[in-house]
């Protein structure tokens, strides 16, 4: 069983920029792909970047050259560094860690982006 604990996100105006970071409990967090999802209100959930254990990385169209995804294994955790927010990047961002078609997800951390 793999815990996974979203923290950074918050209320912020247009244009400014946070950084969400994921905590893994999994010693073998080097071995699992991490990705981030999110789900705005009275919308389904959506894949905004995800980076292989390898550090592949494949983004969004919506957040390519805004969103920055990255992991540290030594720390067993996944950051998304996101710049240049819009008011529609607002959601609920959670974190996914997937590895042998087993799948563990975070409870998520809200983003607010304000006009």
């Known amino acids: 069983q793999v815990h996974l604990v979203e923290s950074g996100g918050g209320l912020v105006q247009a244009g400014a920029s946070l950084r969400l970071s994921c905590a893994a409990s999994e010693g073998t967090f080097s071995r699992y792909r991490m990705a981030w999802f999110r789900q705005a209100p009275g919308k389904e959930r959506e894949l905004v970047a995800a980076?292989?254990?390898?550090?592949?990385?494949n983004y969004a169209g919506s957040v390519k050259g805004r969103f920055t995804i990255s992991r540290d294994d030594a720390k067993s955790t996944a950051y998304l560094q996101m710049n240049s927010l819009k008011p529609e990047d607002t959601a609920n961002y959670y974190c996914?860690?997937?590895?042998?078609?087993?799948?563990?997800w975070g409870k998520g951390t809200l983003v607010t982006v304000s006009s």
């Open positions: 996914k860690a997937h590895r042998n078609g087993i799948e563990y």
């Open positions: 980076i292989t254990s390898a550090g592949r990385t």
